[in-house]
């Protein structure tokens, strides 16, 4: 049973090279078995085990290592622990595996050693078969559905090992009551068994989860330690590939400015809608050297099918309109990412709102240094506060009162009764824009999900020329935000491109323009440590893709005053008309530019040469854009790339798992049902009749107890079903008569058996069934 456990986790090959498991796992059941039929105590001989088995681990991977002495492969695993260890201690991701193959083989001693111990101990499979159970169970949900035959092969072992470990505890109790007829026993339970287990499987496989949201929601928004965790996670198991595939580009998380871009065909979303669209999965918003990240946020739970419209800051974007979208998003690789055009308004699963807080800004009472961080109206606030500094000391409620409209007190941190520093944001609202969306489970590989949003509708270059320049103090406090060592040459560069534009929206052209014309590349080196990403991109290595172009865009206008942030997702994909679809690939995954214009909101430009420009709500290029131009992104036909092939349409996949667990629990109950007509139905030998009443009586409940013999059990069972005490008596005399007077086994009344055992039965059967 174990084995197949082992062997279901060995054959993914997560790590290469990696430990054999089934060897650790025999080792660890031997030594289970010894210290189970040792003397000692169990809180020696438990720390002793484990030790052991880490001893043995450590001999077992450092011998997979190529040095060709023993102290050197030692020496080796030694050098590759510390590694990990060093990065866990700075939140990096590991480069070795030697953790991953530590973890797999102590779980695998664990399992076999304390379910050994459990056995010759308790006598009792249940600690075996659990920890069997949950190890089986999280391994294959990492693998792909083509694994799960490794679940059925465990289930029939385990089904035989429970009935064995019974089987036996079962005969040893009765040596001193009565014996009974095993072969019918034993077939019932099993029969029984299976029908539950296949049942089981085909209610959980088939029935939507259910969930109680509330709170799951609430531990997932306020645990402070989950995204620490997820953290450690994630770095413990960098190095090891996964065997479900993922999501590669277009995630949720921080964006690092990078080295090459490998991008696949792996088809990773199918779009059902008949709208151009570029499709959102991240907005960013903080940049620094290294990349971009997102600012502190909060996540919001939309329950399924709920919403509605989301409310507009009228004095932000009343002119603009939009329209409704609403889509079949089917993806094609196991994430919990959401790709959308829009605003999200409803959903046929539970999604999760991940929108940005408002801004914190610290105001320090004594110096002033700080002071050119913050915006300028809470600058000018600063020092006002400043002056009432001594009568704040003695009542620091009144900061509240002296705080402008628009401006909210966070905390007030004190030192020895003075007032060091004051906290303050601005007043949230309630029509912040969620920065991504994620499903609350990650969604399923090849299922449909139906997606509403609200789309923007096409703004023409007129009014967004003579849009105004009053943006909102949120959003030029957040996207006009820079580093404070932001290269000035870049800004010098900004200036200089938008030096004769007489409104944002030609700067903004004018920055575009003139990055559409650096070089595209995927096969680019990365920035060294101490460079600036965007300043290395422009100076130095003059090429670059999508994430490049777009990011220099942002931060050239935000140097020049223009609020704007960057955007990454998927390009609209490859256009299936006759199903009235979008096939949406890996190498659509893109980067771009949005730029806010008050009265309009959010405008997307995109900057990388030759992309398909499309105007929100609209599904035509920009005049003078050659699309398609990209071989490797639409051109599918005539691509060149090493390795790429024409896009087919990926064809309908029948699951045939239904079919298949339809059938098994088909077979499964016909022979239940055959076994009860040939064991319980039909009368048979008379000396099977005292088991058959023994099982059932057990069954529901009212059996013999270990104690009595054949009489006492008779005559406790006649008493409590007073109506077939002579049906009982008859029975248990036959038998006794059968066993211990050597009496033909054909001599005994056998119509009269027959009819009170038919009687019996079905009263035995109500009271299993409690009815009646």
């Avoid at 199918?270 to 907005?283: C, F």
């Avoid at 009343?318 to 999200?344: F, H, K, R, W």
């Avoid at 007030?412 to 912040?432: G, L, P």
């Avoid at 007077?741 to 409690?770: C, I, M, V, Y």
Wanted: with cysteine; net charge neutral.
């Amino acid at each position: 049973m174990q084995s197949i456990v082992v062997i279901s986790v060995q054959q993914a090959r997560w790590i290469d090279p990696q430990p054999s498991l089934v060897l650790t796992l025999a080792l660890a059941l031997i030594a289970g078995f010894f210290f189970a039929r040792s003397k000692l105590p169990s809180k020696i001989a438990h720390p002793a085990a484990l030790l052991l088995g880490l001893a043995l681990i450590f001999i077992q991977i450092a011998s997979l290592y190529p040095d060709a002495a023993v102290i050197s492969k030692g020496a080796h695993l030694i050098r590759d622990l510390q590694t990990w260890w060093r990065t866990l201690k700075y939140n990096e991701p590991s480069p070795v595996t030697v953790q991953v193959a530590f973890m797999f083989s102590f779980l695998a001693w664990i399992i076999g050693y304390f379910s050994a111990w459990s056995v010759i101990k308790k006598r009792s499979p249940w600690l075996a078969v659990t920890l069997s159970t949950i190890a089986i169970l999280v391994s294959l949900n990492f693998q792909g559905n083509d694994k799960y035959y490794f679940f059925i092969l465990y289930i029939f072992a385990a089904l035989i090992f429970i009935g064995i470990i019974n089987f036996f505890k079962y005969s040893f109790r009765s040596k001193n009551s009565q014996p009974f007829s095993t072969r019918s026993g034993w077939f019932y339970w099993v029969s029984v068994a299976l029908v539950i287990t296949v049942v089981t499987v085909f209610v959980s496989w088939h029935t939507p989860q259910v969930k109680v949201y509330a709170i799951e929601s609430f531990s997932r928004t306020h645990n402070p330690w989950r995204e620490k965790i997820e953290l450690y996670w994630q770095n413990f198991f960098a190095p090891v590939p996964g065997t479900v595939p993922g999501l590669a580009h277009g995630g949720h998380g921080d964006l690092q400015f990078g080295g090459s871009l490998e991008i696949t065909d792996q088809v990773v979303f199918i779009v059902e809608t008949d709208e151009s669209h570029y499709w959102k999965t991240q907005i960013y918003d903080y940049y620094d050297s290294t990349g971009w990240k997102i600012g502190e946020t909060r996540e919001v739970q939309v329950a399924k099918g709920t919403g509605g419209p989301p409310q507009t800051n009228v004095t932000s974007v009343n002119q603009a309109s939009y329209t409704e979208l609403t889509y079949n998003l089917s993806p094609q690789v196991t994430t919990d990412v959401i790709p959308a055009p829009g605003e999200l308004i409803s959903a046929d699963i539970p999604i999760v709102e991940r929108t940005l807080e408002p801004l914190l800004f610290t105001i320090d009472m004594e110096d002033r240094t700080g002071d050119n961080l913050l915006p300028e109206d809470i600058k000018s606030m600063a020092e006002s506060l400043r002056a009432m500094r001594y009568f704040f000391n003695r009542n620091t409620r009144q900061i509240s009162v002296r705080l402008p409209q628009g401006i909210q007190l966070i905390d007030v941190k004190r030192e020895n009764n003075q007032v060091k520093s004051i906290i303050v944001s601005r007043t949230a609202t309630d029509d912040e824009e969620a920065v991504s969306l994620a499903s609350f489970d990650p969604m399923k590989a090849q299922k449909s999900y139906q997606i509403r949003v609200r789309v923007p509708e096409e703004i023409s270059a007129d009014k967004l020329m003579v849009a105004s320049t009053d943006y909102p103090a949120d959003i030029a406090d957040r996207y006009l935000q820079l580093p404070a060592d932001f290269p000035q040459r870049v800004r010098d560069l900004a200036e200089s491109l938008t030096a004769d534009a007489k409104n944002a929206y030609e700067k903004a052209v004018a920055i575009k323009m003139y990055l559409a014309k650096i070089p595209y590349s995927l096969k680019i080196e990365a920035p060294p440590p101490d460079a600036d990403g965007v300043d290395y991109f422009l100076f130095t290595q003059k090429s670059g893709y999508c994430v490049y172009f777009a990011s220099a865009m942002a931060v050239m206008l935000r140097s020049t005053g223009i609020p704007a942030r960057m955007v990454v997702g998927f390009l609209p994909g490859q256009h299936d008309a006759e199903q009235h679809r979008y096939i949406i690939r890996d190498r659509d995954y893109h980067a771009w530019t949005e730029v806010y214009f008050p009265g309009y909101g959010w405008i997307k430009f995109d900057p990388t040469p030759s992309a398909p420009a499309i105007v929100p709500g609209g599904s035509n290029p920009e005049p003078g854009w050659d699309y398609p131009y990209y071989p490797f992104l639409y051109n599918w036909e005539q691509s060149e790339e090493p390795g790429t092939q024409p896009a087919t349409t990926p064809a309908r996949q029948i699951d045939y798992t239904p079919y298949i667990i339809f059938l098994i629990s088909s077979a499964v109950f016909l022979l239940f049902f055959l076994g009860w007509f040939l064991i319980y139905r039909r009368p048979g030998k008379n000396s099977a009749l005292y088991s058959r009443m023994v099982i059932l009586s057990s069954l529901a409940g009212i059996g013999p107890r270990p104690w009595q013999t054949s009489l006492e059990f008779a005559h406790q069972l006649a008493t409590l079903l007073p109506e077939h005490a002579q049906g009982i008596n008859q029975i248990t005399s036959v038998y006794l008569q059968i066993r211990y007077g050597k009496q033909p086994l054909e001599s005994a009344p056998r119509k009269d058996l027959t009819e009170a055992w038919k009687n019996l039965r079905h009263t035995l059967l109500k009271k299993l069934f409690r009815v009646g």
